[in-house]
């Protein structure tokens, strides 16, 4: 039998410590959180990724009272950055939320599990680490990749 840990980095900022250009980008997916449709969870989560070219991408969390019909804030985010910019490798996605009470988390939330992996599909295709900012009112989590968030992942690599 053998035993190791699993070991994934983080790093914990707060926003005037992060470059404009992350700044940016952080605020960016707040502000998708007032473009969410959350009417059943009252649970509002906006997500932007950087591509290549410096293009951002916002996403929101769009419910829909046929669960599980809606979406997740970073696969809206990822699908319509691919769809429009096919050609245009992700660097970065950061992800904030907002609670039933309409105020900014304190702490970071990280994705689920389904936006985790679909995410990772996006990173496989850029060939590089796509760096994570998970955004709370307080402090801003930063992981080198999306698979550091999912380091036992169904992939190739």
Request: include cysteine; charged fraction near 20%; glycine fraction near 6%.
């Amino acid at each position: 039998m053998r035993t190791f840990d699993i070991v994934t980095p983080l790093k914990a900022v707060k926003f005037d410590e992060l470059s404009i250009q992350e700044q940016n980008l952080v605020e960016i997916a707040r502000d998708a959180t007032y473009r969410s449709y959350a009417p059943y969870s009252h649970f509002r989560v906006g997500a932007a990724i950087l591509l290549e070219n410096g293009e951002i991408v916002p996403g929101s969390n769009q419910e829909n009272v046929a669960f599980p019909s809606g979406t997740c804030a970073e696969r809206t985010a990822c699908f319509f950055a691919h769809s429009q910019y096919p050609d245009q490798a992700f660097k970065a996605i950061a992800i904030a939320a907002r609670g039933v009470d309409e105020l900014p988390l304190a702490s970071p939330i990280a994705p689920c599990g389904a936006c985790r992996q679909s995410l990772l599909e996006y990173e496989m295709l850029a060939g590089h680490d796509v760096k994570v900012l998970l955004v709370g009112r307080d402090e801003i989590f930063i992981l080198p990749s999306v698979k550091s968030l999912l380091p036992l992942a169904f992939t190739e690599f």
